[in-house]
């Protein structure tokens, strides 16, 4: 017979997982600009403000492992690789819209 915690033990599991993924630095940044449509590592670099061009490969490879980004390479010439979100990426956008409305709502932006 379950537990009555077994319930909270997979929201805890399942929201750990998630944050593996969206908690790291810039990650978000990166869904929520190709949110915008697909995109080349160049104009992600411009998008994403302040990322430097190893983190940004760091980051695309791991939400490609987590097939949340589907990379995508045209032999050309010139040859062109570009990033979209898959199935997985588009869902988490109005997840990003209510988080970034909630951030607005609820926090004070930082000074510097």
């Known amino acids: 017979m379950p537990e009555a915690g077994d319930d909270l033990n997979r929201c805890d599991a399942a929201v750990t997982l998630a944050f593996s993924v969206l908690g790291k630095r810039w990650n978000g940044m990166i869904l929520s600009s190709l949110g915008n449509g697909p995109s080349t590592f160049v104009a992600l670099?411009?998008?994403?403000?302040?990322?430097s061009d190893t983190v940004l490969s760091d980051r695309l490879g791991e939400?490609?492992?987590?097939?949340?980004?589907?990379?995508?390479?045209?032999?050309?010439?010139?040859?062109?690789?570009?990033?979209?979100?898959?199935?997985?990426?588009?869902?988490?956008?109005?997840?990003?819209?209510?988080?970034?409305?909630?951030?607005?709502?609820?926090?004070?932006a930082p000074t510097r």
């Open 63 to 108: 939400l490609t492992d987590a097939g949340l980004v589907a990379r995508a390479v045209d032999a050309g010439p010139p040859v062109t690789v570009s990033y979209a979100l898959t199935d997985g990426g588009r869902g988490l956008l109005p997840i990003l819209d209510q988080l970034g409305a909630w951030a607005s709502a609820t926090l004070e």
């Open 45 to 51: 670099r411009r998008a994403v403000a302040g990322i």
